[in-house]
């Protein structure tokens, strides 16, 4: 065996903790290797110093049970004050984790992703001549439409309209 092996095994060694045949094989290479002997001599001589030299006082009755009932009621808490949120209900909450700068970084790449997209569809828009129907569709805005056509809300918009009639039974 290689002296960096039994180097490594020597605190077991000394506390009997080896196997057997481990055992046997550092008995063997400890007889022939001086530098390992030296090594286990110190060893030896670190654990005499620590052997009974200071007791280790007892724990209180309960101590156990006691210590894990307060670390269970232990709410984290946060420097703010406030109430964690959960992220699938806070989705930039992450934000609030970053330093000024770093927000400040964030929001302003968006603003310039969001101008350069911008500019980069308006030029294509006035490439071609595109009436207000054809922009609509173009930059996603049917969305702001009051109702879109087929929809729920633009039949019930169409029902609505419909003048009522008191006694029709409808």
Known sequence: MRCEKIISCLNAYVDGEQPDNLRRIMDDHLAICGSCRGRLEEIREIDALFQGALPVPPLPEGFAARLMIKARKRQPTRASGRRSVPLAWHPFGWMAELSAPMRLAACATVFLALVTGLSLAGRDVARRNVSIEQ????????WFDPALPGSISSIYIAMADQPYEKGSGQ
């Open 135 to 142: 922009g609509k569709d173009i930059y996603g805005l049917e």
